[in-house]
């Protein structure tokens, strides 16, 4: 198997059980209907276990354009394979969404709710608010290739790790995964995205676009951050890209800032 096979087949795994958790808890007529938060934070971070056994030895289990973009900010992974990787976490995530829409195949016209048929493929906020919701994005996905950071660190029991990486999401999930739904993925909701946008669920609705950059962005920006965080914090060394990292992030963070804020003032001049 090749690196570029193993990551489709190791993300398609994490998108088949994370998704198919969701389904089970928000389509009508299964038998897990309304299974709640925690099991959906549980089955995820089960789904990235599996997804690490399954790929860790032949690709290292990216399975998320973060993780791939921060590994070669940090000087751990080429930058000439990024694209490769990030090609093949979106077709795995597409693959993953559509095995999951058709294995709910007849529960999508029992619901009518469109909501709880586009969170099965996609992120949402809980309060949509764009700085906020980018922010949440952030801190999560900062928390998740930091939390990567220290499991690789540590060598005394390195076939352990999948479970340990599989107990952080389930930590993100219930600590700071209420906000947005905790993506931290782009490839894990933009490819479950543009699946919904596809194909043809019944009753659907939109696939919310306007909203579809915050879970791409924000977990870039998080994992940049983290990336050039260690080894400055833990290790003492400043990377070359330190400077702009830093410079990005803020400049990023204080254009959504303004525009929020704007769009917050437009909003209560038009009600009063």
């Known amino acids: 198997m090749t ?10 795994i994490l998108i088949i059980i994370g998704g198919g958790v ?10 897990s209907f309304n299974g709640g938060w925690a099991v959906i934070t549980i089955a995820w971070g089960l789904a990235v276990t599996l997804g690490v056994f399954a790929v860790g030895n032949i690709s290292g289990a990216h399975l998320n354009p973060a993780v791939t973009i921060a590994l070669a900010i940090s000087g ?13 976490q979106m077709l795995g995530a597409i693959i993953g969404a559509v095995v999951v829409y058709l294995h709910y195949l007849p529960h ?3 619901t009518e709710d469109q909501g709880a048929k586009l969170s099965v493929f996609s992120t949402s906020p809980a309060i949509a608010h764009a ?8 801190i999560g996905t900062f928390i998740l290739v930091l939390g990567l950071l220290f499991i690789g660190a540590n060598k005394f029991a390195e076939g352990l790790n999948p479970i340990a990486v599989g107990l952080l999401i389930i930590a993100i999930g219930m600590s700071l995964g209420g906000t947005t739904g905790y993506a931290i993925n782009p490839a894990r909701d933009l490819g479950p995205r543009i699946a919904h946008f596809l ?3 019944a009753g659907k609705g939109s696939s919310n676009w306007g909203y579809a950059w915050i879970p791409v962005v924000g977990p870039v920006m998080g994992a940049s951050l983290a990336a050039v965080f260690y080894p400055f914090v833990y290790n003492g060394v400043m990377i070359a890209s330190f400077w702009i990292v830093i410079a990005i992030n803020i400049l990023v963070l204080a254009a959504v800032f303004f525009a929020s804020s704007h769009k917050s003032r437009v909003m209560v001049k038009k009600a009063a």
């Open 22 to 31: 969701v389904a089970g808890a928000n389509l009508k007529k299964t038998f």
């Open 199 to 201: 194909l043809p669920i």
């Open 3 to 12: 690196a570029f096979l193993a990551e489709i087949v190791g993300t398609m």
């Open 76 to 88: 751990e992974f080429p930058w000439q394979q990024v694209p490769l990787y990030i090609l093949a």
């Open 108 to 110: 999508w016209a029992a």
């Open 131 to 138: 700085f906020s919701n980018l922010l949440s994005e952030m």
